[in-house]
């Protein structure tokens, strides 16, 4: 095992899965089943271990409460890059990165908003770290619905970071990674955060819902694209996240932790999968709710 690196495994019950680990001195690290509140469960989890995580780990929106909570949880023995607006003001982030592990943490200035500058920005990295084994896109705004109604400008500002931005440094990163994977098979990983907003968009959230749904659209398409090319990309459909971006609002059914996205999404990641809910009762619930009667979906609340 690489210096530095933490043995993982995955496990799973029937309410869903989560990525546990030991630290070089054996003890069981903080990213474990509290993370999604079951502890107390009793009953036995089927676990597989799984290689150990080292690499080069970009996050784009490296402030995400989401994206961090995903990088803490691959930090041990990797290099993390948190690429973000104001990228001198991340000591926090970078304080937390190393105390779980991390074998040094690099900051880059991104702006996803500046589309004509992400070739330049991740062109950077890689010249500065060689390779990138995990990219997580977890940049993003919920904006204000009821001003996007109104405000045009505000409505294309939703769209525009929610959707083209992703457009844009998805098509450069699959690029770099097809290169980069050359015929070896390594050409890395992509994380990409769509929503249950997207699943089927509600009138109370439409127009984020409308970037959400363009942007699961196009991350499955290129999913497909990129299948056998060696990089593979993870489409992560989280339900209410009670966190920093829907502070103030009340928790809709089925809501969870950035913890409990992170450690649904890097045990869908070790497990190689495509897709994952989270909670994963999204899934069969939505399966449903795309039937509901128009008359009945537009009440629906956020
Ligand atoms: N929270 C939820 O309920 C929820 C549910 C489903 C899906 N998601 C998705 O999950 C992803 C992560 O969300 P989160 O909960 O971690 O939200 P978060 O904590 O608010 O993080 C979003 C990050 O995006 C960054 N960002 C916004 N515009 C940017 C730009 N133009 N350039 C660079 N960075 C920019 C913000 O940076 P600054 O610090 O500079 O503002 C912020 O750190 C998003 O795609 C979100 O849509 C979230």
Redesign the pocket.
Known sequence: MPAGAALRWSCTTGDGEWNAGRDRSGNRTANTVSDTGQAGAARSPRCVTLAPVTGTVLV?????????EVARRLAPGSTVVL????SADLDDEERELRAAGAAAVDRVE?????VARHREVLDGVLARHGRLDTVV??????GEQARAERDVAHALAIVH??YV?HVSVLTHLAQLLREQAGGTGRGGDLVV?????GARVRRANYV?GSA?AGLDGFASGLADALHGSGVRLLL???????????AGMSPAPLSST?AQ?AAATVAALRAGRGEVWVPAALQPVFAGLRHLPRALWRRMPR
């Open positions: 784009l929106g490296g402030r995400s409460e989401i994206g961090l690429a973000a607006r104001r991104f702006d996803a908003d500046d896109v977890a940049f993003g705004i919920l970071t929610d931005a955060f769509s929503s249950v907003a984020y959400k992560v459909r989280p339900g209410f996240v009670i966190g920093r971006m829907t950035p996205v």
